[in-house]
């Protein structure tokens, strides 16, 4: 008999039963007054998710579109920036960036490190010219949760603009856009937000709206000033993703039918479960500290491989993992615990890791690792998300 598919990774994440039936429902037109019904609705949905009285603009894109759309609205040619390079993704920004033609400067972290905010202050010191901060608030290629209101904190007392890609973070962990006093946070629909890859999600602050307004930008398709006057007529600039908006509505009264801070508490336990299992197994992590809420960057033993662990996991448990990226793709694996999963997926996921370590690696570990895994869980629901849980004797 076939096993359960257990999508454990970094994203795309499972979708919910109730989202699944509403991408189903038969297709509505995008200019219509159903459409824009609930695209008004949406919109006090998605600030509330975002922590923001701006706009939130519904973006037919994926993540790194809506990086690219921040990039292009935000900052001209010639204009230079503060790029914080830790993993995968930091590169990305500075990537984009550069297509732009905005000269960077970077500021380079160890991959499975967070940047302080020291650094940044001393970059900003440094350099009175820079324009932008650019950074994620997970990078989702290590597992790292950066300081974003410490940083925040620093930019907002400047006229440097922080954007934040929240692509691993939003709905996930806190990140309140106007407390913080982010300009520009941004996210993707395959992680925390339960669905299907393909729509995206900026918001800007009223000094980021300003210095948008008076960008010229050289993209067509990523115009916010834009985007802001449709999406307040329920409405976006091109042809709407309408299926994954309509799917968005479901999962935003999904994530807010209690409130945030009780899907903080489910994130974090969630994390402690899975960082427990992994310290019991014996194993090392990519990040010791200041480590994101939504993935575990698991170290493998010298010699084992990841593809042939992630593999294993998905052919005879049906759990799928992912591994490193660059340098780290064959010796850490990347556990996702994001979205639409629950403590038994991801107790699956470490049965078929211990499992799957035996089998690739010839490697022995504890034997309680799910039961340590599974108090830590239980522990974590009883204190304040992101605070140390007591031992597990306790």
Same mark, same amino acid.
């Given at each position: 008999?076939?096993?359960?598919?257990?999508?454990?990774?970094?994203?795309?994440?499972?979708?919910?039963?109730?989202?699944?039936?509403?991408? *189903?429902?038969?297709?509505?037109?995008?200019?219509?007054?159903?459409?824009?019904?609930?695209?008004?609705? &949406?919109?006090?949905?998605?600030?509330?998710?975002?922590?923001?009285?701006?706009?939130? %603009?519904?973006?037919?894109?994926?993540? =790194?579109?809506?990086?690219?759309?921040? @990039?292009?609205?935000?900052?001209?040619?010639?204009?230079?920036?503060?790029?914080?390079?830790?993993?995968?993704?930091?590169?990305?920004?500075?990537?984009?960036?550069?297509?732009?033609?905005?000269?960077?400067?970077?500021?380079?972290?160890? /991959?499975?490190? *967070?940047?302080?905010?020291?650094?940044?202050?001393?970059?900003?010191?440094?350099?009175?010219?820079?324009?932008?901060?650019?950074?994620?608030?997970?990078?989702?290629?290590?597992? @790292?949760?950066?300081?974003?209101?410490?940083?925040?904190?620093?930019?907002?007392?400047?006229?440097?603009?922080?954007?934040?890609?929240?692509?691993?973070?939003? !709905?996930?962990?806190?990140?309140?856009?106007?407390?913080?006093?982010?300009?520009?946070?941004? =996210?993707?629909?395959?992680?925390?937000?339960?669905?299907?890859?393909?729509?995206?999600?900026?918001?800007?602050?009223?000094?980021?709206?300003?210095?948008?307004?008076?960008?010229?930008?050289?993209?067509?398709?990523?115009?916010?000033?834009?985007?802001?006057?449709?999406?307040?007529? #329920?409405?976006?600039?091109? =042809?709407?993703? @309408?299926?994954?908006?309509?799917?968005?509505?479901?999962?935003?009264?999904?994530? %807010?039918?209690?409130?945030?801070?009780?899907?903080?508490?489910?994130? /974090?336990? &969630?994390?402690?479960?899975?960082?427990?299992?992994?310290?019991?197994?014996?194993?090392?992590? &990519?990040?010791?500290?200041?480590?994101? /809420? !939504?993935?575990?960057?698991?170290?493998?033993?010298?010699?084992?491989?990841?593809?042939?662990?992630?593999?294993?996991?998905?052919?005879?448990?049906?759990?799928?993992?992912?591994?490193?990226?660059?340098?780290?793709?064959?010796?850490?694996?990347?556990?996702? +615990?994001? #979205?639409?999963?629950?403590?038994?997926?991801?107790?699956?996921?470490?049965?078929?890791?211990?499992?799957?370590?035996?089998?690739? #690696?010839?490697?022995?570990?504890?034997?309680?690792?799910?039961?340590?895994? &599974?108090?830590?869980?239980? +522990?974590?629901?009883? @204190?304040?998300?992101?605070?140390?849980?007591?031992? *597990?004797?306790?």
């Amino acid at each position: 008999m076939r096993n359960k598919i257990r999508l454990l990774t970094p994203g795309p994440t499972p979708l919910p039963e109730r989202v699944r039936l509403v991408l *189903a429902q038969d297709m509505i037109h995008h200019r219509k007054s159903v459409f824009k019904e609930t695209l008004h609705a &949406l919109q006090g949905k998605l600030r509330t998710l975002f922590g923001t009285q701006e706009v939130v %603009l519904p973006l037919s894109c994926s993540g =790194t579109g809506a990086m690219t759309a921040a @990039v292009h609205g935000l900052f001209k040619p010639g204009e230079k920036v503060l790029v914080v390079e830790g993993g995968k993704f930091g590169q990305r920004w500075r990537n984009i960036a550069q297509t732009r033609g905005i000269e960077c400067v970077t500021l380079e972290v160890p /991959w499975g490190e *967070a940047v302080t905010s020291q650094a940044i202050q001393e970059a900003l010191t440094k350099d009175p010219s820079l324009r932008g901060v650019l950074v994620q608030a997970s990078e989702t290629s290590t597992g @790292v949760l950066h300081p974003i209101k410490d940083i925040a904190a620093l930019t907002s007392k400047t006229d440097v603009l922080l954007v934040v890609d929240g692509i691993s973070a939003v !709905g996930i962990s806190p990140c309140p856009m106007d407390d913080w006093k982010i300009d520009c946070l941004l =996210t993707g629909s395959q992680k925390g937000l339960m669905l299907p890859p393909g729509l995206a999600l900026l918001a800007l602050s009223s000094r980021a709206w300003k210095k948008a307004e008076e960008i010229s930008s050289d993209c067509f398709y990523f115009n916010l000033p834009k985007e802001r006057d449709n999406c307040l007529k #329920g409405q976006t600039l091109f =042809t709407s993703p @309408v299926n994954l908006i309509m799917g968005l509505n479901e999962s935003m009264d999904m994530l %807010l039918e209690a409130d945030l801070d009780e899907l903080y508490r489910k994130q /974090w336990a &969630l994390t402690m479960l899975t960082r427990t299992g992994v310290q019991a197994l014996g194993l090392d992590f &990519l990040a010791p500290s200041h480590f994101t /809420w !939504g993935l575990t960057s698991v170290r493998l033993p010298s010699g084992v491989s990841a593809p042939n662990v992630v593999k294993m996991a998905a052919e005879y448990f049906g759990v799928y993992m992912a591994g490193g990226q660059d340098h780290l793709k064959s010796s850490v694996i990347r556990i996702g +615990h994001m #979205g639409w999963l629950d403590w038994a997926d991801v107790l699956a996921g470490l049965h078929a890791l211990q499992y799957s370590l035996v089998q690739v #690696g010839g490697y022995s570990a504890s034997r309680d690792y799910l039961e340590q895994a &599974l108090n830590a869980y239980h +522990h974590a629901l009883l @204190v304040q998300p992101g605070q140390a849980i007591p031992p *597990a004797h306790s």
